[in-house]
């Protein structure tokens, strides 16, 4: 069983449509970081909530934090080829910075 | 640029072979990370140093060894290893462990495939 479950794990879409995909866990966190990973490259962080129920706007991109700090959804409005890449949430476990990291959702999007 | 730099960005070696893996950052950072990244799997820790101390080894085989000089540098010995350790291998760095230093910055990795 994995700490934190994303859905979809795959998503294929046409430029200009909407998506949305999730990271769950029964368990509560303090906050939840989620990344992006383009072809050949490493994960880079997009955003960090911290409070129950909070959303941060990145552009076209909506991150919300669950009012129980248990899960997260992020929203792509109007979605571009540039969007294309690995969705990835994360949470602090145990002492320091040490992340543990999401299935991930494998986002393409196609023109 | 992310300002972690790793080399190489591709490795194929025998499990016979000897070899290892380099990673470097500029960011002032004194937290470094070793992360392993399978197809159909999470990313998983492996390292942590912080302070050039290993504070982390998360049931790692003996084949993997870490070393980090000081704490610019970080490097990943390899050796005799088994084909199901060919994967992506990703440096990371961030501040020392704290409230509000979780944040990793990840270099391009290492595509590793071990025949």
């Known amino acids: 069983t994995q700490l934190l479950e994303q859905s979809p794990q795959f998503l294929s879409i046409q430029e200009g449509e909407n998506l949305t995909v999730y990271c769950n866990s029964s368990s509560v966190f303090s906050s939840l970081q989620w990344y992006r990973q383009e072809p050949g490259e490493g994960p880079v962080l997009l955003v960090t909530?911290?409070?129950?129920?909070e959303v941060k706007k990145l552009k076209r991109l909506t991150f919300q934090f669950g009012d129980a700090r248990k899960d997260s959804s992020l929203h792509i409005t109007a979605a571009q080829p540039g969007d294309t890449g690995l969705y990835l949430c994360?949470?602090?476990?145990?002492?320091?910075?040490?992340?543990?990291f999401g299935t991930g959702t494998q986002l393409k999007v196609e023109l | 640029e992310t300002g972690v730099t790793q080399t190489p960005r591709h490795l194929v070696m025998g499990m016979t072979n000897k070899k290892s893996l380099k990673c470097e950052q500029h960011l002032g950072h004194n937290a470094m990370y070793w992360y392993k990244q399978s197809a159909k799997k999470p990313l998983e820790l492996m390292f942590v140093?912080?302070?050039?101390?290993?504070?982390e080894n998360n049931s790692v085989p003996s084949r993997f060894s870490p070393e980090c000089p000081n704490s610019s540098h970080l490097f990943l010995h390899l050796h005799t290893l088994q084909p199901e350790d060919s994967a992506l291998y990703l440096c990371a760095s961030s501040q020392a462990p704290g409230p509000g230093n979780e944040k990793l910055f990840f270099g391009s990795g290492t595509q590793l495939s071990v025949l």
């Open positions: 909530v911290v409070t129950g129920g």
């Open positions: 994360a949470v602090t476990t145990g002492g320091g910075n040490k992340l543990t």
């Open positions: 140093y912080s302070l050039e101390e290993r504070v």
